[in-house]
């Protein structure tokens, strides 16, 4: 089946999508990005992850290149050529295309907009949330602006690189002090040895994640008591359950850290209480 990409303004054949060899995201990662999960070919909680794409732009000073309604028509015709029902919809923002010099080019240049989608296979998800999966610890390298969602991933691609070399789903990431800060590409959770809910707090260097704060509306509503306070790995290996969340991964059972089994090494109840919650509420704010 054909896929579609967007890229400044037009849909391309998506093997024939390309940017400029001197866009400031390819020289630079100059750039922020998005991702919406796709349900039922609709877009999940567009606002949330629409205001966070605005704020890492403002944050960056790269210029918004469309209102949130186009932007929203843009992604909802790629979702529709590349006729995804469940999957993942991204979106690249960079600064633009400029001869290559550090600071920002002067005048500004147009930013330029990668718009493309996936499909991801349900039913492999939904066997891997049952079974859940393994995690291992890294040591957090990112710079200090982990709040903007920037396409500087390289740390991240390698902690995650090294959960796949290990037979791992994901890498949690761990800073200085011991505490774990979230995964290369996704919120950590655990249900600590009291049974609070327990995720770090975003004051720290992290992303604020959508799923992240979905979760803790659907926790509070279902009447869970959460902690946004950090914790050790040592803590996520006495916990009594864990997961991570993310738009690619909902809620996603860990029942492994670093090989050591956390409690009876099966996804605990209430991680699997609240995923079902969960994508009843994501279903619901999709768009
Ligand atoms: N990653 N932390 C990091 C470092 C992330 O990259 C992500 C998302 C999250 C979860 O954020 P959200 O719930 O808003 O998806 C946390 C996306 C999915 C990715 O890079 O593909």
């Not at 630079?28 to 629409?50: Q, S």
């Not at 469940?86 to 330029?112: E, K, M």
């Not at 600590?192 to 995720?199: E, F, I, M, P, V």
């Amino acid at each position: 089946m054909s896929r579609w990409a967007y890229v400044n303004g037009r849909f391309h054949p998506h093997g024939e999508a390309v940017v400029h060899v001197e866009d400031r995201g390819y020289q630079f990662a100059d750039a922020v990005y998005e991702v919406w999960a796709v349900i039922n070919g609709r877009l999940a909680d567009f606002d949330g992850h629409m205001t966070r794409l605005g704020r890492s732009l403002d944050e960056l000073r790269i210029e918004h290149p469309m209102s949130g309604a186009s932007l929203l028509n843009v992604l909802r015709e790629t979702v529709r050529r590349n006729r995804v029902r469940f999957g993942l919809c991204y979106i690249q923002i960079s600064r633009g295309t400029a001869r290559r010099d550090h600071p920002f080019p002067d005048p500004a240049v147009a930013p330029s907009v990668v718009i493309t989608c996936k499909s991801l296979d349900r039913g492999a998800m939904e066997t891997k949330a049952k079974k859940g999966v393994a995690v291992i610890t890294q040591p957090d390298i990112r710079w200090g602006r982990c709040d903007i969602k920037t396409v500087g991933l390289l740390p991240n691609i390698l902690a995650k690189q090294a959960a796949k070399e290990r037979g791992a789903a994901e890498a949690w990431l761990v800073d200085d002090m011991g505490f774990v800060t979230e995964g290369s590409s996704t919120n950590a959770w655990i249900v600590d040895a009291d049974g609070n809910l327990r995720t770090r707090d975003t004051q720290a260097n992290i992303l604020r994640g959508i799923t992240r704060g979905n979760l803790l509306a659907v926790a509070k509503d279902a009447g869970v008591k959460v902690i946004e306070k950090p914790f050790t790995v040592e803590d996520a290996k006495q916990a009594r359950e864990a997961f991570f969340t993310a738009a690619s991964a909902f809620l996603t059972p860990v029942v492994s850290i670093d090989g050591t089994r956390i409690a009876d090494g099966k996804p605990g109840p209430l991680t699997t209480r609240l995923r079902g919650l969960y994508f009843e509420r994501a279903a619901e704010l999709a768009v």
